[in-house]
């Protein structure tokens, strides 16, 4: 089955400063890749996303960057800010129509330093 | 915060007994999956069904049970035979959609077993 690891685990960054969260993955077939971001006390809720026919996407400060053939996707938030700690996991999904599931990663605890 | 809903909050057990969580979603998402959440461990997936009347083991399906009796309705039971219950669970829901697999997460149950 599908392997999703994710570094580093715990991340503290300077306020306004950029912060880079890197995942890699075990099945090449794999094909959808998306990050959640759970806020302390919150359920996690997705940020962004991405296909393995896409090789970065951005969302004003967020976006994420995939090598298909080092099979590893990274999230890249610029510019942080206070409200951008959280912990943050990243997941892959192997295409199986009435068998999909992620596998997440073990998460990343951001902390913006103020 | 609305669509899908997991009740209780906290729930406290004895050891030995069972006790049963409860997904509930009006999103008319047909998929639903329960995951577990330990601290530095991310989210591992419990069971997941894609469809009524059918469901599918995940990583760690060891100690608990499902059932899908209704579209809307995934209660996870926790039973005895589970080692280590203490956790919190989050349930989700999606689209079974190619074009779409994003999750949708309750608020999550925090179950103790002492």
């Known amino acids: 089955g599908e392997n999703v690891e994710q570094h580093p685990s715990t991340l503290s960054v300077q306020e306004g400063d950029s912060a880079v969260i890197k995942c890699t993955y075990s099945?090449?077939?794999?094909?959808?890749f998306p990050w959640y971001k759970q806020e302390l006390g919150k359920r996690p809720q997705l940020i962004i996303d991405?296909?393995?026919?896409?090789g970065e996407k951005k969302d004003q400060r967020i976006a994420v960057t995939l090598n298909k053939t080092a099979k590893h996707f990274s999230l890249h938030i610029t510019e942080t800010q206070p409200e951008d700690s959280a912990v943050y996991f990243c997941?892959?999904?192997?295409?199986?129509?009435?068998?999909?599931?992620?596998?997440f990663g073990t998460g990343t605890r951001l902390t913006i330093i103020p | 915060d609305g669509g899908i809903t997991q009740s209780p909050k906290y729930l406290f057990r004895k050891e030995g007994q069972n006790v049963t969580l409860s997904c509930e979603q009006n999103?008319?998402?047909?998929?639903m999956y329960w995951y577990r959440q330990d601290p530095g461990q991310g989210l591992r997936l419990i069971y997941y069904?894609?469809?009524?009347?059918?469901?599918q083991k995940g990583d760690i399906a060891e100690g608990y049970s499902v059932s899908r009796e209704k579209k809307e309705s995934f209660p996870l039971t926790v039973t005895s035979a589970q080692k280590n219950p203490t956790a919190f669970y989050l349930c989700?829901?999606?689209?079974?959609?190619?074009?779409?697999?994003?999750?949708?997460f309750g608020p999550g149950t925090r179950l103790t077993v002492t």
């Open positions: 099945d090449s077939a794999s094909n959808y």
């Open positions: 991405i296909r393995s026919n896409v």
């Open positions: 069904s894609q469809i009524v009347n059918d469901f």
């Open positions: 997941a892959a999904i192997h295409p199986n129509f009435g068998n999909e599931k992620l596998t």
């Open positions: 989700a829901s999606s689209l079974r959609l190619a074009t779409s697999y994003e999750q949708y």
């Open positions: 999103l008319n998402h047909d998929a």
